[in-house]
């Protein structure tokens, strides 16, 4: 119902419950119907009157249709100030306007630097790059850079020709910090400065001083030493049989040369064997040096068979077919005329880098690194042993790789 309807209706209903009242005024309402009601106790609906035309509701021209949803604007609302501005969880309006970016630097700036501010696992032999925003005045600026564990006088400058990149290069490769377990090893971090006294050629101040950080690499360094087993570490001669005296099966040394068995100069070959565990998945720069001392000899080894020859191979069992098996690599000398006496090395990188991908270390995480030893020529034929001796526990595997 409308509300002119509504107000009509009412007004008829205060008409007829006041038309006995005024029946006797015949003037003023002589032709208002008397409501009665019916049976039920009910009045009747009054009919509509006739209204005049300058009371009927003017029809609107643009009729009003109800805002669709996000179509409100708050043009109606009874207070000034439209729609309030929505609040943001913290409690602070948002008014929409985007964040302006920050003033752009007065006077020179650092534009790059390199590594990276931050970076971790940096090779030692870097050098800081900074690259500037303008020509800069190289000795104010060098005299700006400031470092404790990098200082000047440990550090050369370079700049390119516009001297708007200077490069820190460090008389000496970076240390890395160094130790057995990789858990306890701490990455070493190198902190420099530049301070605002830097100025551009044209005599302009930095509007701030820069500061910037990276850390190296780490260093896990440990030592293996030989297997001593018999069966893994030790020697064997051309006639099949293990050897005697100080190289006997039961000894605790390997020889390497030739001897006189019966009338007859027999070979023999040294073997070593490491036990190796699985490197971490980041291991970089993998390195490894096999050493051992010559801590004597019979005969004259290097002036009747030639330089000691050393060769990576692999065997189950110290026996004939280890002495004749073809080997995996031929890794050079490790030593020649004069080394009796003193301790031997040869770099065997590769081998433990093939060792480390074998099949079982890849399968059980554990593997053996193996090596053979054998003179050039295999006997002089002068009737008398020639060989070295080298003691177990001398022979070592030095295992160094980098970490992040």
């Given at each position: 119902?409308?509300?002119?309807?509504?107000?009509?209706?009412?007004?008829?209903?205060?008409?007829?419950?006041?038309?006995?009242?005024?029946s006797?005024?015949?003037?003023?309402?002589?032709d208002v119907?008397?409501?009665?009601?019916?049976?039920d106790?009910?009045?009747?609906?009054?009919?509509?009157p006739?209204?005049?035309?300058?009371?009927?509701?003017?029809?609107?021209e643009?009729p009003?249709?109800?805002?669709?949803?996000?179509e409100?604007?708050?043009?109606?609302?009874?207070f000034?100030?439209?729609?309030?501005?929505?609040?943001?969880p913290?409690?602070?309006?948002?008014?929409?306007?985007?964040?302006?970016?920050?003033?752009?630097?007065?006077?020179?700036?650092?534009?790059d630097?390199?590594?990276p501010?931050?970076?971790?696992?940096?090779?030692?032999?870097?050098?800081?790059?900074?690259?500037?925003?303008?020509?800069?005045?190289?000795?104010?600026?060098?005299?700006?850079?400031?470092?404790?564990n990098?200082?000047?006088s440990a550090?050369?400058?370079?700049?390119?020709?516009?001297?708007?990149?200077?490069t820190?290069v460090?008389?000496?490769?970076?240390?890395?910090?160094?130790?057995e377990?990789?858990e306890?090893v701490?990455a070493?971090r190198?902190?420099?400065?530049?301070?605002?006294?830097?100025t551009s050629?044209?005599?302009?101040?930095?509007?701030?001083?820069?500061?910037f950080?990276?850390?190296?690499?780490?260093?896990?360094?440990?030592?293996?030493?030989?297997?001593?087993?018999?069966?893994?570490?030790g020697?064997?001669?051309?006639?099949?049989?293990?050897?005697?005296?100080?190289c006997?099966?039961?000894?605790?040394?390997?020889?390497?040369?030739?001897v006189?068995?019966?009338?007859q100069?027999?070979?023999?070959?040294?073997?070593?064997?490491?036990?190796?565990?699985?490197?971490p998945?980041?291991a970089?720069s993998v390195?490894a040096?096999?050493g051992?001392?010559i801590?004597?000899?019979?005969?004259?080894?290097?002036?009747g068979?030639?330089?000691?020859l050393l060769?990576?191979?692999?065997f189950?069992?110290?026996d004939?077919?280890?002495?004749?098996?073809?080997?995996v690599?031929?890794?050079?000398l490790?030593a020649?005329d004069?080394?009796?006496?003193?301790?031997?090395s040869a770099?065997?990188?590769?081998?433990?880098l093939s060792?480390?991908?074998?099949?079982?270390?890849?399968t059980?995480?554990?593997?053996?690194?193996?090596?053979r030893?054998?003179f050039?020529d295999?006997t002089?034929?002068?009737?008398?042993?020639?060989?070295?001796?080298?003691?177990?526990?001398?022979q070592t595997?030095?295992?160094?790789?980098?970490l992040?």
């Amino acid at each position: 119902m409308t509300r002119y309807s509504f107000l009509l209706a009412s007004s008829w209903l205060v008409f007829g419950l006041c038309a006995s009242a005024c029946s006797n005024n015949g003037t003023l309402f002589e032709d208002v119907p008397v409501l009665t009601s019916d049976d039920d106790g009910e009045l009747p609906m009054m009919p509509s009157p006739d209204l005049p035309d300058d009371l009927e509701p003017a029809p609107s021209e643009d009729p009003v249709e109800p805002p669709g949803e996000g179509e409100f604007d708050g043009a109606d609302l009874p207070f000034e100030g439209g729609i309030p501005a929505p609040v943001l969880p913290d409690g602070e309006p948002d008014d929409g306007a985007e964040e302006q970016p920050p003033p752009a630097p007065q006077g020179p700036f650092i534009v790059d630097v390199a590594p990276p501010d931050g970076a971790v696992g940096v090779s030692a032999d870097s050098t800081i790059t900074l690259t500037f925003s303008e020509a800069m005045d190289q000795s104010a600026t060098e005299a700006a850079y400031q470092s404790e564990n990098l200082p000047s006088s440990a550090v050369t400058f370079e700049w390119n020709e516009d001297s708007t990149e200077l490069t820190v290069v460090p008389l000496e490769p970076l240390a890395y910090d160094v130790g057995e377990e990789p858990e306890l090893v701490q990455a070493r971090r190198i902190n420099y400065f530049v301070s605002a006294s830097a100025t551009s050629a044209a005599g302009s101040r930095m509007s701030q001083p820069y500061e910037f950080s990276f850390s190296l690499l780490r260093q896990v360094a440990f030592t293996l030493f030989a297997l001593q087993d018999r069966e893994l570490s030790g020697n064997f001669r051309s006639n099949d049989t293990y050897g005697a005296g100080v190289c006997a099966e039961n000894a605790i040394n390997m020889c390497v040369g030739d001897v006189r068995v019966n009338g007859q100069s027999e070979q023999y070959k040294g073997f070593i064997s490491f036990e190796l565990s699985e490197l971490p998945e980041s291991a970089s720069s993998v390195s490894a040096v096999l050493g051992l001392e010559i801590s004597s000899t019979s005969g004259n080894p290097f002036a009747g068979l030639g330089g000691l020859l050393l060769e990576h191979t692999s065997f189950d069992a110290i026996d004939l077919d280890a002495f004749g098996a073809d080997s995996v690599s031929e890794l050079g000398l490790i030593a020649d005329d004069g080394a009796t006496g003193t301790r031997v090395s040869a770099d065997v990188s590769e081998a433990v880098l093939s060792d480390l991908s074998s099949d079982e270390m890849l399968t059980s995480g554990e593997g053996l690194s193996q090596y053979r030893l054998r003179f050039e020529d295999e006997t002089d034929n002068d009737a008398q042993s020639d060989a070295i001796v080298s003691a177990w526990d001398t022979q070592t595997l030095d295992v160094t790789y980098l970490l992040p």
